[in-house]
């Protein structure tokens, strides 16, 4: 099941996952960010994808200029690895079975345009890359994958 909570709906989230163990959770919101490693800790039936961008330019990537879009995350590319690695890395390690990259962007005005979705892979796959090699290949299609079947 793939679930999207709000902001507050860790609880409930969580209530789900234990009303449910047989059932695969995928997760994705940065409002859970903060609560998936403790909900990973107590349930093994959540999985995360997480986003290829990051807060600070979000507003940008929803609302702003193409271009300007471009050049704030070309201009803070290293500055948005180091903050993804301080979000997930630890966490990834922990559990490197349930982490996988994901592609919600949202329903926003840069979401279907194809020079910025491939912007965005090369954005993911950068990030992945600076992953312990150990989980890369998990992160990138492994985990999906094994989902699958």
Same mark, same amino acid.
């Not at 966490?91 to 279907?112: C, K, Q, S």
């Given at each position: 099941?793939?679930?999207?909570?709000?902001? %507050?709906?860790?609880?409930?989230?969580?209530? *789900? /996952?234990?009303?449910?163990?047989?059932?695969?959770?995928?997760?994705? $919101?940065?409002?859970?960010?903060?609560?998936?490693?403790?909900? =990973? $800790?107590?349930?093994?039936?959540?999985? &995360?994808?997480?986003?290829?961008?990051?807060?600070? @330019?979000?507003? =940008?990537?929803?609302? #702003?200029?193409?271009? +300007?879009?471009?050049? $704030?995350?070309?201009? +803070?590319?290293?500055?948005? =690895?180091?903050? #993804?690695? @301080?979000? &997930?890395?630890?966490?990834?390690?922990? &559990?490197? +079975?349930?982490?996988?990259? %994901?592609?919600?962007? *949202?329903?926003?005005?840069?979401?279907?345009? $194809? !020079?910025? #979705?491939?912007?965005? @892979?090369?954005? %993911?796959?950068?990030?992945? %890359?600076?992953? !312990?090699?150990?989980?890369?290949?998990?992160? #990138?299609? /492994?985990?999906?994958?094994?989902?699958?079947?």
């Amino acid at each position: 099941m793939y679930f999207h909570p709000g902001v %507050g709906h860790h609880e409930n989230f969580d209530r *789900a /996952l234990k009303m449910f163990p047989d059932t695969n959770f995928v997760v994705h $919101a940065d409002f859970v960010r903060s609560y998936i490693g403790d909900l =990973m $800790a107590d349930n093994s039936n959540v999985y &995360y994808t997480f986003n290829d961008i990051f807060d600070e @330019v979000t507003p =940008m990537f929803r609302f #702003g200029d193409k271009q +300007d879009f471009i050049d $704030a995350m070309e201009r +803070d590319w290293e500055e948005l =690895m180091a903050q #993804g690695l @301080v979000h &997930y890395e630890d966490l990834i390690n922990e &559990y490197p +079975d349930r982490f996988m990259w %994901g592609t919600d962007r *949202a329903d926003i005005v840069w979401d279907y345009d $194809a !020079d910025i #979705g491939q912007f965005l @892979v090369k954005f %993911g796959r950068n990030f992945i %890359g600076r992953l !312990d090699p150990a989980v890369q290949e998990k992160v #990138g299609h /492994l985990n999906a994958e094994s989902l699958l079947q």
